[in-house]
């Protein structure tokens, strides 16, 4: 049995079942006290869970030397507390143990701090929303996704069959409560700003959500939880910007997700709060809160210290809620190495890795045989950013907010029988909820044996799981896609399946057409439990709603949602969606769009750029003049624009993203916005570029990366004593090392030179692991130049190279790469020194006759005057005089042959 860390348990027979939930799961894991915490904790600060009938401001009493005191109300209907005590008095440890043992006390914890979790993008080249639909976007995998188009075959999210609306509680740090794309929920028995608790749940102006972190119903701003909420519940077949795991789920706003752990406890209450109170007033009050989200957590946290906070998913398990957790953005064993809340020992908890467009464990997530249950999607996931944007973000934060998505998925997918059941014995119906979750996964094998399901989350298996629980008719229909045809009447097609026999004239099609619903027979095809029916032709222009019904004999029946449909008179495409780029600091880089006019009729598109930092500009498809509008566009015509970002003073690795809106001159409401991230990569180096690696510590002004490489003294013979770079490539990855930005362009006959070693004075080399010297070429592609196979013969003698650079090299944006490979067992030392990448020279007397011959570099400032307008923008020219003509300078640079007599040329290098 594990050891109990750092938390004392008591019992007594008046505790009511809601408290023996929270204790159950303490006494299960826990035998002693006598770990120590090693979690770091807010000092002055414990949480403490009285039993039901304690009074906890009597505890202060006891504890006066200790000032001890409350400080706030976690939950009141689980009666628990954040004390606050003078630390500088007494020891953390003692206090907590004599706090424990008071008769009062039920448990009685540390408040540990807790970080959010998040990975920003680094290599944001995936398409749109992959994570739904995976086309082999950008080099991935095809169907490497959660399936989201084949489910909302069978439901798209919005309420239960019954009605109830469905509620997904984010705990997150802050949200645009604003987005036109998002779909909040409101508390609306509470009346916002009035300073009183209308409803009396014991939160006061609760109507936008909570904000645990001051006790307020004011959410507070937040990109984090802005994208983590469109992940779950973008508003989807809206006609704007991306769609959520579901298409109308709202989402209840909870600030509380990092800082302290009294804070992640106190937004667990008030999600636990809002669900009991619907489940005791049967939906009058409260919330149908089905999932819970939370993208944060404490690394390497041992569960034993966290009891509070574990035992409240079971709580929240209990009233009906599945929550979902990121685990930690760390290649590390969660079994081995714990986390928090990820190894919490809960039923209704559902732990979640980050995979890859390609099916693969990202390398940066951690895992867990026993701990961890799936993995899904959370590698550049494309959603909602605050300001009514869009971006691309990385991390098991994104991978979550898939899983709470699916859970609430699963409950507008559910049947009549299934959510009465559910309503009826809630803890009980939850867990089978999660259970589809895992049997409806896809199997990978990056997570085969190291996840708790082997696989990776598709919500339609999950759906159709679902689809056996306790049901009775079921329809199943692909919705009618926008059209251009004002003249044939729209076939709606769908199935409809029961375990019993369907009435005859009661699978009805309704409608809605000038605002009045209307209905038609749905009519067998022939096809097996396929039926149709048909809605008039209308002009270009209409919005058609519809939906479809349909019982059974016993009077079990099933509702589509509601579909939207138009008949196409204005529309436009504008692709890419998403672009990005890198050059070095004062570049421009230019990015092409291009609009296609997909309506019946001409139109014109306004262009505009927002939200970009570094100078962004709009121009014709040849660069030549700068235009705020597309020219006027025929049907199915298209018009090709260019963009330019010019790169600004920064450092490598700064970005800036521009977001070009495309509007439509005839219907402003049709749009369309692209994403332009362009990177900078610095200062660019010039040559000669040189690196004898003086010290033990790495360059930043020569090197942007390295992984597990060293400058040590191991080296034999080290040609520039006496360090050398240390490359010794574990069983895991590889070793390695890359250049900042070396500026080759026009030095297209550089020379690489280098002295490297085989194992030296360390470890042998065996095959496979290798040494590895690439570049980065032109199209921004790795090359090799050399290799170095591990299996060769021992070296004590460094050897030097010279490698000539090939023309691809020959760029602004070169970089060098060196790194190793290596295989199981021992790791193998490769050795290299005297880096050095300079023009090639021939530079004495060559010829023995006393003439010296060498190579120079001159500089020439050349005028110019271009006439026939502007000269492009890299061309530095002004019109001075108004004529038309605009003039500049160009500085041109040539290497030039020489001969020197009477002696050695003075330019000749040592």
Known sequence: MNIFKNFYLKTKDTIRLILFLLAAWSIS?????????????????????FFEDSQPNLLSEDFQSQKLKPKRLLSRRLNIWLYEYDAKSTSDEALLESVSN??????????????LRSTFPDDPNFGNQWALHNTAQLG???????????????????TTVQGDEIVIAVIDGGFDL????????????????????????????????????????????????THVTGICAAAGNNGIGVSGVNWNVKVMPIAGSSGSEATVVAAYGYVFEMRKRFNETDGAEGAFVVSTNSSFGVDFGNPDNFPIWCAMYDSMGQAGIISAAATANLNIDIDVQGDVPTACDSDYLLSVTNTTNSDVKNTGAA??????????????????????????LTGTSMATPQVTGAVALMYSGA????????????????????QTILDGTDPIPSLNGITVSGGRLNIFNSLNEMGQLLCGTAITHTPLEDTKDSVNPYEVICEIKSDTTLSAGDQLLYYNLDAIWQIDTLTPTGQPDEFHAFIPAQSPGTIIDYYLYAIDANGSADTTDIVTFQVIDYAMTLDPLFDSASAVVDDTVWYQ????????????????SSGNFWNTTIWDSAGFFIINSSSVLLEDSSFTFRVSVVISNSFFGESDTAIIDVVSGSNPAIFGQSSLITTSLGVPLTLPFEEEFPTTTIDPAKWVSFLNIEINSIGLNIPSPPYALNLNGGPV????????????????NSVLRYDYQRTGGGNSTETGDNLYFEYLDSSANWQLLQQYLGSDTDMTEFIQVAHDLPNDACHKAFRLRIRSTGTAGPFDDWFVDNINISLPYICGDVNFDGEFVGIIELTYLVDFVFRGGPPPPFIPAADVNGDGEFVGILELTYLVDFIFRGGPAPVCPN
């Open 29 to 49: 894991s826990s035998s002693s006290s006598d770990a120590k915490d090693n979690s770091t904790y807010f000092p002055g600060e414990l949480i403490i869970q």
């Open 102 to 115: 008071h008769n009062e006390v039920a448990i009685a914890q540390f408040n540990h701090e807790v970080s």
């Open 140 to 158: 991935g995998v095809v169907d490497a996704d959660i399936d989201a188009p084949e489910a909302w075959d069978i439901a798209t999210g919005d």
């Open 178 to 225: 604003n987005h036109n794309d998002l779909l909040f929920w409101k508390n609306e028995l509470e009346i916002p700003g009035n300073g009183i608790d209308d409803d009396g749940n014991g939160y006061i102006d609760d109507y936008h959500g909570w904000n645990a972190y001051n006790n307020s119903g004011n959410i507070p701003g937040g990109n984090h939880g």
């Open 367 to 392: 895992y867990g045989a026993t701990t961890i249950d799936l993995g899904a999607p959370g590698t550049t996931i494309f959603s909602t950013t605050s300001g009514n944007s869009y971006g691309y």
């Open 415 to 434: 049947c009549a029988g299934f959510i009465s059941a559910y309503k009826n014995d809630p803890a009980t119906y939850a867990l089978d909820v999660l």
């Open 593 to 608: 769009l291009t609009i296609t006019n997909n309506g019946l009729y001409s139109d014109q598109y306004a262009l505009t």
């Open 733 to 748: 990855g590889a070793d390695t090392i890359v250049s900042q930005v070396i500026d080759l362009d026009g030095q297209c």
